[in-house]
């Protein structure tokens, strides 16, 4: 089993910046891939930003060039760097990660409990 713990959520002004960090623990397992997804009431539950273990990087269109997620491989941590923050950005945000366990062997899809950001106007 792979843990997620997420911090650096909360409340901020438009046009501010708050940094989300998510760790992986746990034993047996090699990180595929690690990112973000966000929910807001009444949306389903999109992409933000992801990255895989190679370096490789995807955002969703909406955040390009505001948002910058990052990795410590060594600390099986991911971080995302959210500047220029807009009301639309407010929804609960989760961190995901793709791991290839040792045992029950296999690749599973693990997700964090979720942090709320809130981009007030």
């Known amino acids: 089993q792979v843990q997620l713990v997420e911090s650096g959520g909360g409340l901020v002004q438009a046009g501010g910046s708050l940094r989300l960090s998510c760790a992986a623990s746990g034993s047996g397992f090699s990180i595929n891939a690690m990112g973000w997804y966000r929910q807001a009431p009444g949306k389903q539950r999109e992409l933000v930003a992801a990255m895989t273990s190679g370096g490789s990087t995807n955002y969703a269109d909406s955040v390009k060039g505001r948002f910058t997620i990052s990795r410590d491989n060594g600390k099986n941590t991911v971080y995302l760097q959210m500047n220029s923050l807009k009301p639309e950005d407010t929804a609960v945000h989760y961190c995901?990660?793709?791991?290839?366990?040792?045992?029950?062997?296999?690749?599973?899809?693990?997700w964090g409990q979720g942090t709320q950001v809130t981009v007030s106007s």
């Open positions: 995901y990660a793709r791991a290839t366990m040792m045992w029950p062997t296999g690749q599973y899809d693990y």
